[in-house]
């Protein structure tokens, strides 16, 4: 599911992929409004499905990351202000949720948009984080080809 929610450089929120044509992406913002824009090729665009976290030994999925904090929230929304909340309680509310996470090379701005980004998603439904195994084999096939 991931895979289809996209982050765009430059513009706030959350995004779903609704189609793409030769030169673009047409996306849906995953708010409220709903509202569809055309998604150029000099916009950076990411998908969810291709981000992951620092831990002390590998690389963790953001997916994994995101049912983690689905756990410790029972699937309910967070009630952490991430733009209020100081670095501290940042650190303390990411140690529960990924305890070997690289200190380092996490910086709190990670964990404020990880925080947005799971408000986003749970707010609009969207509650299964983890690819499912059609995902997975396709991700496989694409990378071998």
């Known amino acids: 599911m991931l ?4 982050t765009i450089s430059g513009k706030p929120g959350l995004y779903r992929l609704l189609s793409n044509g030769r030169s673009m992406l ?8 709903h509202k569809r824009l055309p998604v150029y090729a000099t916009d950076k665009v990411v998908s969810l499905g291709d981000i992951a976290m620092y831990t002390d030994s590998e690389e963790v999925p953001l997916w994994q ?4 904090v689905k756990a410790r929230t029972e ?5 952490i202000d991430y733009k209020q909340a100081s670095n501290d309680e940042l ?3 990411f140690a529960e949720v990924l ?7 996490v910086y ?35 990378k071998q080809a």
């Open 3 to 6: 895979r289809k929610i996209l």
């Open 26 to 33: 047409i996306v849906e913002t995953l708010d409220a409004t």
């Open 65 to 68: 990351v995101m049912e983690n």
């Open 75 to 79: 699937g309910k929304p967070l009630n």
């Open 91 to 93: 650190a303390a509310f």
């Open 99 to 105: 305890p070997n996470y690289d200190r380092d090379r």
């Open 108 to 142: 709190m701005t990670h964990v404020r948009k990880l925080i947005q980004w799971y408000n986003i998603l749970i707010n609009e439904g969207i509650t299964e984080f983890k690819p499912s195994d059609d995902e997975e084999v396709k991700e496989e096939s694409e």
